[in-house]
């Protein structure tokens, strides 16, 4: 039975391996930046709506909801995956930057279920999370309380709404997906020649490398949505990997014997 979706973040990594899966069968309403990645979404099937927004200029986010709205009047599943990361020591990185990494991965998602919450009734809110909303990951913290903040604000609407609306969160562990090379380009200021935090820095950049080559494939991730998505009643949170399931089980330790692990654990990788 074909079915209507909305997928953020479809033009790369899990977004655009989740449309290519469902293309031949359902409509899907895709989240683009990039003129010319729109137009490579709307070439892969005439059952994908490329639509624009970017969740760093909130004032997109109004447009692209209208333009959806105009067009369908029900949204099976929607499919929150746009993110960014921002990186960095918190004591250098600048508020501005923070509220851009909250816009991205947080307030966008949030405002855009708000404008279609009335078409959403009886359907299903997918949140690509992250191991990192268990909170176990220094130079990434606003990355880490921006995946925290997504599933609490929807874990909230998933407890009050009267629409019967199912919210799932999916936290997937490293994932090979651009992302990661993204992520080293636009932390640059405050990964570079970062005065104190050079080793630190150098083995952030060199991790997130790493993580792009050696992450598990997209469609792992890909798979789990779809699992949830077919579910008549799904789990709340699903993690992807070995490795989120380990975050999932060290942050329900102490928090300070987590602290101790994490200092002790980036002395060893550090040399």
Known sequence: MSKTYLVTG????????????LAEDNVIFAGYRS???????????PNIYPFYVDYAKPETVA????????????IDTMVNIAGCVVAGPVEKISI???????DVNVFGHLEMAQRLVEI??????INVSSMAS????????????SKRC????????????????????????????????????????Y???????????????????????????????????????RAKNPKLSYTVGRDAFSASLVAKLPQNLVNNLIKFGLKARMG
Do not use: H
Request: proline share 3%; glycine share 8%.
């Open 150 to 189: 997504l599933d609490m604000f929807f874990n909230s609407l998933l407890v009050e709404n009267k629409r019967n609306i199912k919210v799932v969160s999916v936290k997937p562990g490293v994932i090979a997906t651009p992302l990661w090379g993204k992520s080293v380009q636009e932390n640059s200021k």
């Open 96 to 102: 501005d930057e923070i509220r851009r990494q909250f």
């Open 120 to 125: 959403l009734e009886n359907g299903k809110i």
């Open 35 to 45: 003129e010319e990645k729109g137009k490579e979404l709307a070439e892969i099937s």
């Open 63 to 74: 447009g692209a909801a209208e333009y959806i709205l105009s067009k369908c009047s029900k």
């Open 191 to 229: 990964l570079d020649n970062c005065s104190g935090y050079e080793k630190e820095m150098d083995f952030v950049i060199n991790n997130a490398r790493k993580n792009e080559e050696k992450g598990l494939g997209v469609n792992e991730v890909v798979d789990v949505i779809l699992k949830a998505d």
């Open 10 to 21: 479809a033009t790369s990594g899990i977004g655009k391996a989740l449309v290519e899966n």
């Open 134 to 145: 268990f909170g176990v990951f220094p130079f990434i913290s606003p990355y880490c309380a």
